[in-house]
């Protein structure tokens, strides 16, 4: 995931917060018998890197691409078609008062979006319903085509790409759900939608068994 070699001072850094979180620079030039200005490169360098993060006034923690890695250990041998969810879809055509009623009913943070042939175009999130209905006109009636996220600007994942890979791009682009996307005869479908709670819940073994991942629900 890396494309830069640590050196054994900044992977014992990594260590040491790991252990110690929170941990002041201090802290950390003490237990490493240096100076604190000695160690300011490589804690800028690791905070870059996002395997530590730093809270002003607090110290520093681990960070996101840290998090992402350890838990990706756990999810060796795992498919995105082995912890997905089944698609919530809503029609490019459909308005932006059913796309909101749909986020509501189905209880999630975004819908995919398909085309009268039931083809994966794009996603609609809550965000973008929000920017539309917030500021006094009425834009219930409003085309979700209008609002929509199109293709090839949706980060998306297969069902036969690695679980542990999904959380990668979850945490590279700071998303919460991806969609799962199959191509069928030169046709590419909303499979499924794949989310950070649901790799969560698998790595602290309490997922339920994936629904079905055919269909879904259509608004």
Known sequence: MLAIELTARQSEIVRLVELHAPIT?????G?????????RSDLALLVMLGLIDAKPKVGYFPGPARTAR????????CKVKDVMAVPV???EHSSVHDAVVALFTENVEELIVVDRE???TGIVTAKDLLKVTVGGADAS???????????PNVVTVSPEDDAA??????????????P???ERNGVREAAGRVTVRHIAGLLAGSLQPPAPHEGGRSW
């Not at 620079?25 to 030039?29: K, N, S, V």
Request: charged share 15%; glycine share 8%.
């Open 25 to 29: 620079g201090e802290q950390l030039a």
């Open 31 to 39: 237990m490493l018998g240096v100076s604190r200005p000695t160690l």
């Open 70 to 77: 350890t838990a990706s250990q756990g999810l060796a041998g």
């Open 89 to 91: 879809s809503v029609g």
């Open 118 to 120: 039931q083809r994966f």
């Open 141 to 151: 009636a409003l085309p979700v085509s209008l609002v929509m996220t199109r293709v």
């Open 165 to 178: 890979e999904a959380l990668r791009l979850m945490f590279a682009h700071e998303l919460d759900c991806l």
């Open 180 to 182: 799962v996307v199959r």
